[in-house]
Every structure is written in structure tokens, then in C-alpha cells.
């Protein structure tokens, strides 16, 4: 009895074998697209910018997608497979801004049975990138269109334009000086003269006029941390660090505006999201001469508090607490969603690896001397600049510097990262430490090939 018993087990055994041989055998067979249905659709979201347009499907299966272009007028063309139409996707006919730069409306429907079709409506050319995003965080599956215009904005063209008038006012307060610029400016265009001698006309033209040569409009690049799908730390009332950095990054630029000699650029003007070497890349290509990066603390206990400095470190961190924190600011572009395979890649590297012993030395005394400022109104986390790899600071010829404003994950001090007056201090130190830093740091001729 024992004996047929035991191939009696043998045999319900070998049923179970072949069964599940026999179920994925099924799947083997299955499409993508087959497998992929039933899918369940979380969430649509669109997030406009001047820059490219970001539209994103959350589900909780990958989604198979084909596209096509169509011209006059333009389309997108979007077949999502393993879809039925519902409620959910219907969203995104609502969620298109009238003043969104690419897409004019949206239409959805189901082309054939398990497949629904989205058509974009377009403002311009446009040229798509499509990719999908494993789960991370909060966010499940992701399917994103990224809609980027067929001829890319040129930011330092559209800051030279916004800030003509006050350099005017320049001009016309050093003439001399002036010149000078002209001929950098003009060297930059045509690669006919070389740096040093534009150094050489720079220092003539100072001796002319008995004026140092940093007489010119002094660029600021303000980078507001986080932005679209990446919501940065989030306080227990709900604020959300990428709206309260990007409040402060506009008090800040508004006081550097009212500056005669100073002219500001937002790395991000609205809640979208900017991956981290794009924010350096944007940084130099309007030849800024600081980088000030913006953001709100957050740690795993509330006690934690205090506002905080960081500067690049090329030898490791500084302490626990600023590994940990670079290591969580640089994991931004996995949650905000960076599209790895564009060739964006290889060259961001190559930036974020360039960062030189002088831009750090430079930055740690723009770091000091912010640090002082706020912390005449505001307790300090640290009382000096700390250093770790953050990736946002890694500009090779531009003193960076990450200011972490309070913690948002202390209740009292995320109550204060919401109050207007704090804002204003935090914006107001910001720009006295700058000056400061200025005063005993005179910026040099602008020469670099960018």
C-alpha cells in the first residue's frame, strides 16, 4: 500500500509539472501585446514646458505602443495595445492647457478591439521620444511621450533678449568696457580669437577706464529642484518639496532682476521635470557665472532640522548625512524619468565627470558665504558647507552650490517652508551672499568655448 501510495504521489506530482509546463508553454506563445491585456490604467498626466511636453501613462502592466507622424496639419499618431477604453484615458482630453506649446487637444478612442488609439493634435513640428519606465517609488509601470520641438529653444538667445535693457544701461555706464564685451561676445561667434586674447583686451580695456572688467551683467542660474513626475520630499501636510523650491526660485530670481548688474535663469519656470545634466548643460549654455540649486531637507525622523550648504566633493562626503543626501537628490532622474537611450547619455557623462579643483574651491566659498547669511535669521542643520557627489553641481567651470532651505519633513519647519516671509528671507540671504561672495571674488572676463 505504502508502494502504490507513494506512485500515486509520483503521479499527482507529475500532473502539477505538466500543468504549469503547459501554462507557460501558453505564455510562450502569447504576444506582448496579449499578455499586456487587461491592463489597468492608473493614472494620465501631462506636464507642458517650453522646453518639450511630457505626457504619461501609468499602468500597472508594460504597455506596448506603436507611433507615426502625420503632416499637414500635424499629428501624433499613439496605438497603445492591451487597452479598452475607459474613463481613465478619457482624462487626458481635459488635462491638454491652452497654452501648452506643442499639443492643441487630444482625441481617444478605441481603433480595434484591445487597442486605443490617442491622437495629438499638434501646435508645430514636433520630434517624439517614447520609452517606458520600470516601477520606482510610488509610481508603477510608465509609458511617456516625450514631445520636443523640431528645432530646440535656444536659451541664452531668449536670456540675452530679456535682459538687452538692462545691459544697455550698462553700456552706457562704461562704454569702454563695452567694447570689450562686444569683441568677447563677437570672438565667441566666429572662434577667431583666441582666450587669452581676449583676456588681454579685457585687461587693456580695464586700465582704460580705471574700472574692473566684471562691469558687466552677471548671470545667475537658479535651479529649483525636482519638478513634474519627481514631487521631491513630501512634508506630513501634504507640501510638496518641487512647489515650495520653485516659490522661492521666483522670489530669487525677482531680486536678482532688480539688481543693475545682475540677470537670472531659471533651469525650470514651472512643474515640470529638468533631468540632472540637462540642468548643467542649460547652466553653462548661458555662460552663468554661479549655479544655485534649491531645495527642501527631508530625513526618516521629524526631529531632524535646519537649513543647510553643499558643495561638490571629488574625495567623498563630508559626513553620513551628506552621502545619504546626495545619493537621494541624484536618484531624481530614476523618478522624475530620464529616456536612457538617448544619446544625451554618453555626453552627460562626460560633463558630470570634467568638475575641477578650482570650480570646487570657488563653490565652497559661495557656499560659505550663503551659509552665513541665512544663518543670521534661520537655525542651521550644519554649521559649515558640507560636500558630497551631488550631480547637479557637477559643472566643470561654474561654482555650484545646493542649498537645502529647512526640513519639509519636520512639521514645524515645513509650516515655515510654507509661511511668504520665510521664502523671502531664505531668497533675500541667498542674494546677500551672492553679493558678498562677488565683493571678494571679482568675476573674470567671460572666454570659455561652450
Sequence with gaps: MKFIGGNRANRLKRRELLKRIAQASALI??????????????????????????????????????????????????????????????????????????????????????????????????QPQLFTLDPVGSYQNRLVFDLYPTVANDPLMELVRQSAKKEAALDADDPIAAIARREAQKAEANKSIKPNEIAKSDKKSDSKSGKSSHRRLLTIAIDPGHGGEDPGAIGKRGSREKDIVLSISHRLKQKIEAEPDMRSYLTRDGDYFVPLHVRVNKARRVQADLFVSIHADAFVKPHARGASVFALSQQGATSTAARWLANKENSADLIGGLNIK?????????????????????????????????????????????QASFAVLKAPDVPSILIETAFISNPEEEARLNDHEYQEQIAQAILRGIRSYFAKNPPVAKSRQI
Design 342 to 386: 538617448t544619446q544625451d547619455k554618453q555626453v552627460a557623462q562626460l560633463l558630470l565627470d570634467m568638475s575641477t579643483t578650482a570650480q570646487i574651491k570657488d563653490s565652497l566659498k559661495l557656499g560659505d558665504a550663503v551659509l552665513k547669511q541665512i544663518g543670521g535669521f534661520a537655525k542651521l542643520h550644519k554649521p559649515q558647507v558640507e
Design 29 to 126: 506563445f502569447l504576444g506582448p501585446s496579449q499578455i499586456a491585456w487587461g491592463a489597468k490604467l492608473m493614472a494620465v498626466r501631462i506636464w507642458p514646458a517650453e522646453d518639450y511636453t511630457r505626457v504619461t501613462l501609468e499602468s500597472d502592466q508594460v504597455l506596448k505602443v506603436s507611433h507615426q507622424l502625420l503632416t499637414n496639419p500635424h499629428r501624433l499618431v499613439v496605438d497603445v495595445e492591451g487597452l479598452e477604453l475607459n474613463n481613465t484615458i478619457k482624462e487626458l482630453v481635459a488635462k491638454v492647457n491652452s497654452n501648452d506649446p506643442y499639443i492643441a487637444q487630444v482625441r481617444v478612442g478605441q481603433f480595434q478591439p484591445k487597442v486605443v488609439r490617442l491622437v495629438f493634435d499638434l501646435k508645430e513640428s514636433i
